[in-house]
């Protein structure tokens, strides 16, 4: 989905805050919602796509304004509440106040088996497409042409396991682009390399 | 926040929504044990980036094993008895060298190798590291003090699927001599996620 989380190449943000080391958490409330969002995945109530898709469902001032682990509180909470653990009036009434979840899921894909594979060094093409479901794919390679240098073993497909359905899993490939082709005239000489699901590329050129 | 509902009530704090999710978890008899305890351990301590600095120190120490270890990153990795989640099912480790410097991100989320890196830093989930480093990446670097000269290609890597990715750093001349053990303790998170580098003249007074 076109996301507020899709923040790649995103202008307007400042410096880094920076520092070498640091605590994993600032507070106890941080680490009992990371725990309680492993937890929830060891017990299979959702998969890895699904908690990260009910992040990017977000309302965009919720998500845009949260930290990191209120983004994993709400995800997990709002799968809670879609899978049946509990209702979001019984996390309201325990909270005592409003307890803000993602915004309803939209239909996701499948992908159809892949037949045959790109190779090491090829040039290709990124499909323009647009997803309104999860998708691994962040929009600032739409259409845009890179080279292939790593190609991974068969994995499952976010778009298909983030609502639920069954996909058939496939190779990424690493695909390096120069930045200068991906913002041209608005970015810094170098290369960003992605690991890109088969099904998201158009063809080879 | 703006919201479309119209509860007046105002937005628990979010102490108080962790704690109320905490709750149906434990009354539904979900958590075992000394499971916040055993949880806060392992993401403290065990998920560390001790882990990922031991490969490096082997590849450092063993041109064979470094040979492995870019080859397939995992099965080298398991070698010395280190390993990834279930779901991250592949790693490549990327080399630095005197003329290229590969810094790692995730834009869309925040997904690391936390096995071998530890559990990612605050900076590297912020908006600003994830939505500039990929288009402004010399610049991003060097207002968190590492200045490259123009000569150095950078390689931004998006770790946008199930693929982990961590940095070899170059191994600093002044390491010459050393044990596997003490060349390990040289090697930072930050180095292997690309935001520094261990070698004249880029290390930093705060690293080992």
Redesign the interface.
């Known amino acids: 989905m076109d996301g507020m989380?899709?923040?790649?190449?995103?202008?307007g943000?400042?410096?880094?805050?920076?520092?070498?080391?640091?605590p994993?958490?600032?507070?106890a409330?941080e680490?009992?919602?990371?725990?309680?969002a492993?937890?929830?995945r060891k017990?299979k109530l959702f998969n890895?796509d699904e908690y990260?898709h009910a992040?990017e469902r977000m309302?965009p001032?919720?998500y845009?304004?949260s930290l990191?682990y209120?983004r994993v509180?709400t995800s997990?909470?709002s799968l809670?509440v879609e899978k049946g653990?509990?209702t979001a009036d019984?996390?309201?009434e325990?909270?005592?106040?409003?307890?803000?979840l993602a915004r309803p899921i939209s239909p996701g894909r499948v992908n159809v088996p892949c037949g045959g594979n790109y190779a090491l060094d090829a040039r290709v093409r990124i499909k323009n497409e647009f997803v309104s479901g999860h998708v691994?794919?962040?929009a600032?390679v739409r259409g845009k042409v890179g080279t292939i240098v790593?190609i991974?073993?068969v994995?499952?497909f976010?778009d298909a396991a983030a609502h639920g359905l069954q996909g058939s899993p496939e190779p990424?490939y690493?695909i390096?682009f120069d930045?200068e082709h991906?913002?041209p005239d608005?970015?810094?000489?170098?290369?960003?390399?992605?690991?890109?699901?088969h099904s998201y590329i158009d063809e080879a050129v | 926040m703006k919201s479309e509902n119209t509860d007046s009530r105002p937005v628990a704090s979010v102490q108080d929504r962790a704690a109320a999710l905490s709750q149906v978890f434990e009354a539904r008899g979900l958590v075992p044990d000394q499971y916040y305890d055993d949880f806060r351990h392992q993401a403290e301590e065990e998920w560390s980036p001790a882990n990922g600095a031991r490969a490096v120190a082997r590849a450092w120490s063993d041109p064979e094993y470094k040979a492995r270890l870019l080859k397939n990153g995992k099965s080298a990795i398991e070698e010395i008895g280190l390993s990834l989640p279930i779901q991250q099912r592949h790693l490549v480790v990327l080399e630095n060298t005197p003329e290229v410097h590969n810094v790692i991100v995730c834009t869309l989320c925040s997904c690391t190798a936390f096995t071998l890196l530890g559990v990612a830093p605050h900076w590297y989930k912020d908006f600003e590291y994830r939505a500039r480093i990929v288009r402004q990446a010399r610049t991003v670097l060097r207002e968190m003090g590492l200045d490259l000269p123009e000569s150095v290609e950078i390689r931004v890597w998006d770790t946008t699927a199930d693929t982990r990715y961590i940095v070899l750093p170059l191994r600093p001349a002044h390491s010459q001599g050393l044990s596997e053990p003490e060349l390990a303790s040289l090697v930072t998170k930050e180095s292997m996620i690309g935001v520094t580098r261990l070698e004249a003249p880029y290390r930093r007074g705060t690293e080992a």
């Not at chain 1, 994993?24 to 507070?27: D, G």
């Open positions: 989380h899709d923040l790649g190449g995103k202008e943000f400042g410096p880094i805050v920076f520092e070498f080391g640091g994993v958490y600032h507070e409330w680490a009992r919602a990371h725990a309680l492993s937890l929830a017990l890895i990260r992040i309302e001032r919720h845009m304004s990191y209120e509180l997990c909470a809670c653990i509990c019984e996390l309201q325990l909270a005592r106040g409003q307890f803000p691994r794919l962040p600032y790593g991974s073993p994995v499952p976010p990424t690493d390096s930045s991906l913002w608005a970015s810094e000489a170098g290369k960003v390399c992605l690991a890109v699901f």
